[in-house]
């Protein structure tokens, strides 16, 4: 975009106006490398242990990705904040660049949070709306999850008849997709049960291809 930019719109100035010092405008400088940017990744990556220096869009995003996460809460707030981090930097860039605005650290890391915050309740993790990045940083960290567990019964069937239950499921990495299933009669002995591999699916139609396989003989 900004090689187009560059190529197109000759009158326009092309240095970046989120440093302070001469820089040449780039997609890796507003992200990454520039002053504002490296400040806010450094704000967030520090506190999780993540380190930020010196890497690409892909490599910032796949640090935090595949940090060290203690606890599923951890391991959600690490997968998502790069995207809102990503996101508020382009807003504070389009802000500098055309409204002629000035930007503040504090306020898109604030701005980060808040997204963060919202995200993290909708997912059921309950966060106050006036969390900052150290609060979210502690419910991180004392997170533990609830256990819960639910009896799951098997209900016999009318005498002198037989109940079937049918399963599928695929691997989208492996394109592979398999069927299976068991058949019980009313004393709630084992009749027959059977797996097999079929031709690559979503899950949903190995569901079908299951209950089919199981009415067709």
């Given at each position: 975009m ?6 197109y ?48 869009i ?13 606890n ?9 904040i790069?995207i809102?981090?990503c ?16 930007y ?7 701005e ?31 997170y ?19 109940k079937?239950?049918?399963d599928?499921?695929?691997a ?35 569901e ?10």
């Open positions: 900004f090689d187009r930019i560059k190529k719109a000759t009158n326009v100035d092309h240095i970046c106006k989120c440093c302070t010092q001469s820089v040449e405008e780039s997609i890796l400088n507003v992200f990454i490398h520039g002053e504002m940017a490296t400040r806010v990744w450094k704000y967030f990556g520090d506190s999780m242990g993540i380190n930020m220096q010196n890497k690409s892909q490599g910032m995003i796949l640090s935090s990705w595949h940090c060290n996460s203690k599923s809460m951890m391991r959600v707030v690490c997968q998502s790069p809102f981090i996101w508020e930097i382009w807003n504070t860039w389009s802000s500098i660049k055309y409204n002629q605005k000035r503040s650290v504090g306020k898109i890391c604030y980060v949070s808040q997204h963060l915050i919202r995200f993290m309740n909708n997912k059921g993790y309950k966060m106050d709306t006036n969390y900052n990045w150290s609060s979210i940083c502690k419910a991180m960290e004392s533990k999850a609830k256990l819960s567990s639910k009896p799951i019964t098997w209900n016999k069937p009318p005498e002198n008849t037989i079937v239950k049918t599928g499921s695929s989208i990495q492996e394109s592979k997709a398999e069927i299976g299933g068991i058949a019980r009669d009313y004393k709630g002995d084992i009749i027959m049960a059977f797996v097999k591999s079929i031709s690559f699916c979503s899950n949903n139609n190995a079908t291809k299951g209950a089919s396989f199981v009415s067709t003989g």
